[in-house]
């Protein structure tokens, strides 16, 4: 069977088919959400809190960027069950412009954890939108790590690891 178009059906497909091809054009040439991500320490071989050559608390995770976040996943645990609560902290930095170029911020934003006596590791996830606050940052960096609270002096901590994103 053969078929002829009127004019207005074959102006039709034309509209279409340009859409399509502007679509398919927009979709391949807008870039992907940034992403990156770093694992710290690992279940097997923790970061470690420790006082008086004991193992207070344990930490392990991944930091990472998604959309216009800093993000921060970790897993920790007290390695003295029952003992005094243990917790992770989160601290976020930004390399911002400044007089001389840029500089990084002294203090970002700070995130801990809740307390934990639990032997079983502990999920906890923290955040930091830069966007809102370091719009216009170039680099972030998500600093870990894990403390024994101690009601009478200061917390037995770890060492502070971080990582550095570009953003």
Same mark, same amino acid.
């Given at each position: 069977m053969n078929r002829t178009l009127s004019p207005t059906a074959s102006l039709l497909d034309v509209r279409v088919l340009a859409a399509g091809a502007l679509s398919a054009l927009v979709v391949t040439t807008v870039p992907a959400a940034h992403a990156a991500s770093e694992d710290w320490y690992s279940?097997?071989?923790?970061?470690?809190?420790? #006082?008086? *050559? +004991? @193992?207070?608390?344990?930490?392990?995770? %991944? $930091?990472?960027?998604?959309?216009?976040?800093?993000? =921060?996943?970790?897993?920790?645990?007290?390695?003295?069950?029952?003992?005094?609560?243990?917790?992770?902290?989160?601290?976020?930095?930004?390399?911002?412009?400044?007089?001389?170029?840029?500089?990084?911020? #002294?203090? *970002? +934003? @700070?995130?801990?954890?809740?307390?934990? %006596? $639990?032997?079983?590791?502990?999920?906890?996830?923290? =955040?930091?939108?830069?966007?809102?606050s370091h719009a216009d940052a170039s680099k972030g960096r998500v600093h870990s790590k894990v403390c024994e609270d101690q009601a009478w002096s200061p917390d037995a901590c770890s060492r502070r690891p971080f990582f550095t994103f570009d953003l």
């Open positions: 279940r097997s071989s923790p970061l470690k809190a420790v #006082e008086d *050559g +004991k @193992t207070q608390g344990m930490a392990y995770g %991944t $930091s990472y960027t998604k959309n216009t976040f800093l993000k =921060n996943h970790t897993n920790y645990r007290d390695a003295r069950e029952g003992g005094d609560g243990v917790y992770t902290q989160t601290n976020y930095t930004y390399r911002v412009p400044d007089a001389d170029g840029e500089s990084w911020t #002294e203090s *970002g +934003k @700070t995130d801990q954890s809740s307390r934990t %006596t $639990s032997g079983s590791w502990v999920d906890q996830y923290d =955040n930091d939108d830069y966007s809102t």
